[in-house]
């Protein structure tokens, strides 16, 4: 069965502070990773996407992420935190190729920015 | 070009009602999935209709149900509502070779 782990439900940085949030994955077979952000009383969107090819993945905003096959990890970050990245980050995996495939999302980590 | 819309936005129901929530995917999408977000939670998936069936389904009681109309548009229905089922309900649309895009949501409340 897959599963998602994110490692910190709150995480606070300063603005202009390294962003680093932490996601581990189980799968049995080569997964498709995803990192989405929500914000308040909003639907989700997409931030980026891991599927195959060259392990770290660039997304909007200015955030990456790096796929550590031999760490079962996904962790996702941004070189300098903005006031306007605060909002609630999912790290979530999806079995199959298919993008309609059901997705599973890890419980989330709330981002707050201190000034 | 309209993303994902859901309606209502928000929704106050009595234990024991009945409940629909309507989604009307992005242009061009032809599948429909749904997923509940219970507060402080990740989404949950319930189910996928794609062809105006029920294709996948996730751990969710037959009390959950839906349909998925012609113009690729869905409901959920969610009946003899428990105050469990108070959560953010999720659609999602996709279609093959595009990634699933999420709409605002609908707020449903059971009190």
């Known amino acids: 069965a897959q599963s998602v782990t994110q490692l910190g439900s709150h995480v606070s940085v300063s603005e202009g502070a390294l962003v680093l949030l932490r996601c581990n994955y189980s799968s049995s077979v080569p997964p498709y990773l995803f990192w989405y952000v929500q914000y308040p009383n909003q639907g989700l969107q997409l931030l980026l996407k891991y599927t195959t090819g060259a392990t770290l993945v660039k997304g909007i905003n200015g955030f990456e992420a790096e796929f550590k096959k031999s760490e079962t990890s996904f962790h996702l970050t941004k070189p300098s935190a903005h006031m306007s990245d605060a909002a609630e980050y999912f790290c979530a995996v999806r079995k199959e190729y298919s993008s309609a495939s059901k997705i599973i999302f890890g419980s989330g980590t709330r981002l707050s920015i201190r000034p | 070009d309209a993303g994902v819309t859901q309606s209502p936005t928000h929704l106050i129901k009595t234990r024991g009602q009945q409940v629909t929530l309507r989604c009307s995917p992005k242009s061009g999408h032809d599948t429909v999935s749904w997923y509940q977000q219970a507060l402080g939670q990740g989404p949950q998936f319930i189910f996928q209709y794609y062809e105006e069936e029920e294709r996948q389904r996730g751990n969710f009681p037959d009390r959950f149900s839906g349909h998925q109309f012609p113009n690729y548009s869905s409901e959920l229905n969610v009946n003899a509502l428990l105050l469990g089922d108070s959560a953010l309900y999720l659609c999602?649309?996709?279609?093959?070779?595009?990634?699933?895009?999420f709409g605002p949501g609908t707020r449903l409340t059971v009190t």
């Open positions: 999602a649309s996709s279609v093959t070779g595009d990634e699933q895009y």
